[in-house]
């Protein structure tokens, strides 16, 4: 079975810092996707960020990029110079397989602080 | 050029009843999904439309959870005989084709709470 986990219900950075959100995830798959997305308030999921596992090269998305450990099924998002408009829950979702469907994991409240 | 878009944006009911939440994709968009999210957890699978049939209804939580889909573009996801712990927030995605890589577009969710 698919299992995303992110370890750290709650981090805070300080505004124009770096934070790095850690997310694990088990799987028998060759070929998937990862991603991050960030939900705020408003509960509009917002795509951050994908990698698809055998691109060794790590994605980047302006302020955010992922380190991506494939042996170690490892996942983490890396944002930095950290601005108050970041401040939202983020999530870490696997995906493979013929369902397509999303397996996520619990979530990492994000807090700006000023 | 609209989102995906859900409603009602809210919903309270009282258990023992039954509610149809609706989604409306992108145009165009193919595939549908409907997760649930439950306070302080991820989102849930329910089920995956592909199109007006869905290959996977591996994720609806008991029987008295259905969903359809008409015209390859409105579903609706209907609790009979709602209980305490379906409320949640119900989250519909959509995604131009179910290919791996193609990113899922969200709604803002319905937010059901059952008294």
């Known amino acids: 079975a698919q299992t995303v986990t992110q370890s750290q219900p709650e981090m805070s950075v300080q505004e124009a810092e770096t934070v790095t959100l850690s997310c694990t995830y088990d799987t028998s798959e060759s070929d998937y996707y990862l991603f991050w997305y960030k939900q705020p308030p408003s509960r509009q999921m917002i795509l951050v960020i994908r990698q698809e596992a055998y691109k060794q090269q790590n994605a980047t998305e302006n302020r955010f990029s992922v380190n991506f450990q494939k042996a170690a099924k490892s996942f983490s998002l890396k944002i930095s110079d950290s601005q108050l408009g970041d401040a939202a829950m983020y999530f870490c979702a696997y995906r493979s397989g013929p369902g397509n469907q999303f397996y996520f994991g619990t979530g990492t409240s994000l807090t700006v602080i000023p | 050029g609209a989102g995906v878009s859900q409603s009602p944006s809210n919903k309270v009911t009282e258990k023992g009843k039954d509610v149809e939440l609706r989604c409306d994709p992108i145009s165009g968009h193919t595939a549908l999904y409907w997760y649930r999210q439950s306070l302080g957890q991820g989102l849930e699978f329910l089920i995956y439309?592909?199109?007006?049939?869905?290959?996977?209804k591996s994720g609806l939580p008991s029987d008295r959870f259905s969903a359809e889909r008409t015209g390859g573009s409105v579903s609706t996801l209907t609790i009979q005989r709602t209980q305490q712990e379906d409320s949640a927030v119900y989250l519909c995605?959509?995604?131009?084709?179910?290919?791996?890589?193609?990113?899922?577009?969200f709604g803002p969710g319905t937010r059901l709470t059952v008294l």
């Open positions: 439309f592909q199109g007006n049939s869905a290959p996977d």
């Open positions: 995605a959509s995604s131009l084709m179910p290919i791996l890589g193609n990113e899922q577009f």
